[in-house]
């Protein structure tokens, strides 16, 4: 390993890097030793969504060369895919820390390798780079982020010509073209200005549009549009396009948390600017307390994730989870489009496998088909594109607080989740109620679902077989009973293949593709999923349990009760 690693030291020390990235590498060489080996010991990952990492110079880490190369890959497989044709490619970037400098580089190597390249002339949101993917007609789009990840990362997230993440078989196929560039040598740097267009508002009309006719009651915003909405973008790039939403659909009291407004790479006023954490939260929510707002939203940094707070009877503000989120979106929708009469058989909700089956439930009872796929929004991209002209995609989540209305974007989009929740809580507020008194008006129709997460994390390569012969034990001694429920049904991803543990019989699962990852299904409705990282010793466990909800006064009694369900099942499988 050590010799690996001089090689690939020694091998920037005396290329064509520049002098200031020669230099930092010397530097480490003195005083950072374990740093400069974790730099080197390996290339970064380009995987089937792009790169992201820890930025820096060195092999392993998202520098200017790291991302050139990558590009000059991603060039050739473009080159492949779409001979004969000038390519189009869209970039867009976020606030981080050189996400600016990082399109730049990589308009420079697309422009030298005689692409058109549209770059966005400021931090833009992810899903409005799906969105342009389209409107302009290209053949891929990139966008500059980490998501929300701490400030030390950045990445590189890859577009196909349907505006979706890459999927089989171009994600696997890009993969080999970017691991062929090894050498400096093969990128082309030299940057062609008219190969070059900047764009902004000619995209930014057209996308907001598209939002705002998605509206089902504007005529409940005019009589609401005095809603109180809180929002924070977190330092990132929602803080143009949320707020201009919110104003197209009629709300005229949207308060920014003026501290996190700025877009800040560093994202000062918060250690993880991940609106899933209460703690990156807890401004937007004592604005709220202060200010007696009905809503809190924020966006993660590039604005496809959304976090939702929403007022309590007691004046109290709650942080919904994924799970809950998505529910209130897909009954919302589901329930307007019915109310409409524009439900006829042909349209369909898609969700993750790990998610709430609480929306499968309301999609039934509304006459809407439900889709699962593997974890990844890109699955959700990937059946719409399926489905295409044979059916309407109504709306699609997962539990990791990734929400899609419409088809026009083929990616999360806090934008859009954002300005259909607000018109929902302005629904709510119409009929008396707040979004908190809606989910649990939810959960006595359809039944009550509570969701929890456990990530298990071992140690290098040990911990990585320890995983394994976990999941081979259960895959091998699935438990007949968990917390005395007994298992009716096994999902096995990886044999695709369900069986029936009543009738002992199998069948194949033929809509998926294979991924290790296992499913119990209890009598009492329970839900376990195992799934373990592919990169790293990992292993995540997702609990789903229920009950029915009579009354409302049985809400805490209930919510307990299932709280306590999710530790007992734990508990029975000794994790």
């Known amino acids: 390993m050590e010799t690996a690693i001089n090689a690939r030291v020694n091998r920037w020390l005396t290329g064509a890097y520049d002098e200031d990235t020669k230099a930092e590498i010397q530097k480490m060489k003195q005083s950072s030793p374990e740093e400069l080996a974790d730099a080197f010991y390996k290339d970064l990952e380009f995987g089937t969504g792009g790169l992201r990492g820890i930025m820096g110079v060195g092999t392993n880490r998202m520098n200017k060369y790291t991302v050139a190369m990558a590009t000059q890959g991603l060039a050739n497989y473009l080159k492949q895919q779409f001979p004969g ?14 996400s600016r400098y990082f399109s730049e580089i990589t308009a420079d190597v697309l422009s030298a390798n005689g692409m058109k390249v549209y770059v966005f002339d400021k931090i833009t949101p992810t899903p409005e780079l799906s969105f342009a993917i389209r409107y302009l007609h290209c053949h891929s789009g990139i ?91 977190l330092h990132g790039t929602g803080v143009y396009m949320v707020p201009r939403a919110l104003r197209a659909y009629g709300f005229n009291c949207v308060s920014l948390v003026e501290a996190q407004a700025v877009p800040d790479g560093n994202f000062s006023t918060v250690v993880s ?19 007696d707002a009905d809503i809190v939203l924020a966006t993660d940094p590039d604005a496809d994730r ?21 529910t209130l979106l897909i009954y919302y929708m589901l329930k307007e489009w019915k109310g409409k009469e524009k439900i006829n058989g042909r349209q369909f909700v898609v969700k993750t496998i790990v998610t709430t089956e609480l929306v499968r439930d309301i999609a039934d009872k509304e006459g809407v088909d439900c889709f699962d796929v593997l974890t990844g929004f890109k699955y959700i991209a990937e059946k719409i594109r399926q489905y295409e002209g044979k059916k309407e995609f109504i709306a ?64 290098g390569q040990q911990g990585s077989e320890e995983i394994n012969r976990m999941m081979q034990n259960y895959r091998n001694h699935p438990p ?44 009492d409705g329970s839900k376990i999923t195992m799934r373990p990282s592919g990169t790293e010793p990992k292993i995540k466990f997702y609990f789903s349990v229920k009950e029915v909800l009579t009354h409302k006064e049985r809400f805490e009694t209930v919510n307990q009760n299932l709280s306590q369900k999710i530790n007992n099942i734990i508990q029975a499988m000794k994790l």
């Open 143 to 233: 966008v500059i982020t980490a998501s929300h990840n701490p400030k030390e990362y950045n990445g590189y997230k890859v577009y196909w010509n349907d505006g979706g993440q890459l999927v089989p078989p171009h994600d696997h196929r890009v993969i080999e073209e970017v691991k062929k560039i090894t050498r400096l040598s093969e990128v082309h740097f030299e940057r062609n200005e008219e190969k070059i267009a900047y764009i902004g508002e000619e995209v930014n009309v057209p996308y907001i549009e598209k939002v705002k006719a998605l509206s089902m009651h504007p005529e409940i915003i005019q009589k609401q549009h005095n809603l109180k909405i809180i929002y924070t973008p």
């Open 85 to 98: 044709e000038v390519q189009r490619i869209v970039i867009a970037y976020d606030s981080r820390n050189n």
């Open 480 to 523: 007949k009973e968990i917390n005395g429920s007994k298992v009716l049904k096994i999902n096995d991803i990886l044999l695709l293949e369900t069986f029936d543990c009543c009738h002992n019989t199998k069948k194949s699962i033929n809509d998926l593709p294979k991924s290790d990852v296992l499913q119990f299904f209890l009598a």
């Open 396 to 459: 699609g989540g997962e539990e990791s607080f990734g929400c899609l209305v419409g088809d026009f974007v083929r990616d999360k989009d806090a934008v859009i989740s954002c300005s259909i929740l607000a018109e929902m809580a302005a629904w709510a507020k119409n009929q008396g109620k707040t979004l908190y008194d809606v989910l649990i008006d939810i959960y006595m129709e359809y039944g009550f679902y509570k969701e929890h997460l456990i990530s298990i994390t071992k140690k």
């Open 306 to 326: 959304i976090g939702l707070a929403v007022k309590k009877n007691n004046n109290e503000y709650e942080l919904l989870n994924g799970n809950m989120t998505l």
């Open 273 to 291: 600017p991940n609106p899933e954490e209460v703690a990156a939260m807890s401004m937007a929510i004592e604005q709220a307390k202060t200010n």
